[in-house]
């Protein structure tokens, strides 16, 4: 990225982001509803818009879990729009991601540009129109924003029959480029025109909804491919330099792109299932110019930007726990470049780290007790990325073992709730005993606990009866995928065969996520 001229121009005005992405509302987990989670989530995120002055509030795509979401998860949606249109929040960036109808989040977007909500469904044909200008309350211009939203197939390639998935692959990833090529030529041509005029640095930001190469999910998250084949996975490079900073959404675990400390995903705000029960979910707070919170206190210790320019503190911010801190470290020695902050964790890093987490200890609503992060700071770009932790406002928890370990483990979760607290567990048996009633024994040990037992796996029956899954599964347990595998077991489908009728199922299932059923 180009570095902007600052000894030439006027000090860069204050300017506070928020980057959010993955909501998913109306999800639910094994069938549960969660709309008290994604409520407590709407109300933190409001509360901590205000705490923050955040100045432009960014959602990086599926704001909802599916093309037709119901009228509660609606109406958390506009109710949140019109308490945060009123609060200090000057801008509200929507982009669709792949789990949202297109037409449906543009349906409303004329009405809600008197509100200062910017909506994006759909790819414009004139990509001037996904270039946006923002002006703060006196009418300055505060950034530049490439509201790039989730780029279906037919929106950067033309199909043609006897297409190869190499052809494929190479198509989708050129489109994409081009795609914000384009965009990126706009917005550069619009910040001279205005940094000429105003004699400051007017920063760009971009948005996009897509599966970075070398990216970290987890299981049972939900993530889909985003094209058939696992195609359109882009790089780091794609992104243009004068990009201050590209606020990403699809993936669910925070993590930074390429090693680039201002291309990164947010990450979901709540667990979207067990396998990121352990996760320190966060939104980004980007900050430009002179800012009033100091986070220096947290600066990572690789960095070696100056601090004594850095603001002052005017927030109490607590320390990070020595356990978290050493696993973070863990995480920031890998080679990948992509899992290197403080809230990704995974299964090699949470040995390390208490079964229930320190940085989840003593949470409370309001998040209070959490750690807010200094991720990023760059002096001479006056810009600073700073995580803040998200409270659990649900307790998960991922249990397994044999069944004397599993009851072991129900205790200490059960010692470590607050009074208020309940848990949902996922209860994996692994112990080497075949036990034919293992739902009856693990309702035992909850039974009179907080918690509730959602999903039970034991896998000591998968391995034992072969090729009969199916007598102890039920279609809640199995995703579309697992479902046509057992239909090819089902059928003795020879295994020659198989791999075309996969192919061919991959795009029925794609077409049939990507049918647009709100359009006309």
Known sequence: MSTPANTKFMPMKPLNILHTSDWHLGRRLYGRMRYDEFEAFLNWLQDAISTQQVDVLIVAGD???????????????????????????????????????????????????????????????????????????????????????YLRDRDVRSSSAGESADSKDANVIKGIRAHYDEVASIAKAKQTELTKSHQRHIPIIATGHLFAAGGTTTEDDGVRELYVGSLGKISADMFDESFDYVA?????????????????????????????????????????????????????????????????????????????????????????????????????????VKEESTVEEGLTQTGAKLAHQLLHHDESRQMQVVSLPIPKFQKLAQISGNLESINKTIDKTIQALDAAESVWLEVIYTGDDVVSELREHIQAMVDGLPCEVLKIKNTRTYNKVLNQQQISETLQDLNEEEVFERCLIAHNIPDEQKSSLRDAYDQIVYNLRHEDTQAE
Request: net charge negative.
């Open 248 to 352: 990403l959404g699809h993936l669910h675990v925070p993590q930074r792109v390429g090693g680039r400390e201002s291309i990164r995903y947010s990450g979901s705000p709540i667990a979207m299932g067990f396998g990121e029960s352990k996760q320190q979910k966060q939104v980004l707070l980007v900050q430009f110019g002179a800012v009033e919170n100091d986070f220096s206190d947290q600066m990572p210790a690789s960095n070696s930007t100056s601090e004594s320019n850095m603001p002052k503190l005017t927030d109490t911010v607590t320390k990070i726990e020595k356990s978290v801190e050493k696993a973070a470290k863990k995480v920031a020695s890998r080679s990948t470049g992509f899992i290197d902050d403080l809230f990704g964790f995974d299964d090699s890093v949470e040995s390390d």
């Open 63 to 149: 704001i909802f879990d599916t093309m037709t979401p119901s009228n509660r998860a609606q109406a958390l949606y506009y109710e949140f729009l019109g308490r945060v249109s009123k609060s200090c929040c000057e801008h509200i960036i929507i982009v669709a991601g792949n789990h949202d109808s297109p037409t449906f989040l543009d349906a409303p977007s004329n009405v809600l540009k008197f509100l200062n909500v910017h909506v994006i469904g759909t790819a414009c044909e004139d990509l001037n129109d996904e270039v946006l200008v923002l002006d703060d309350a006196d009418g300055t211009p505060h950034c530049i924003i490439a509201a790039v939203p």
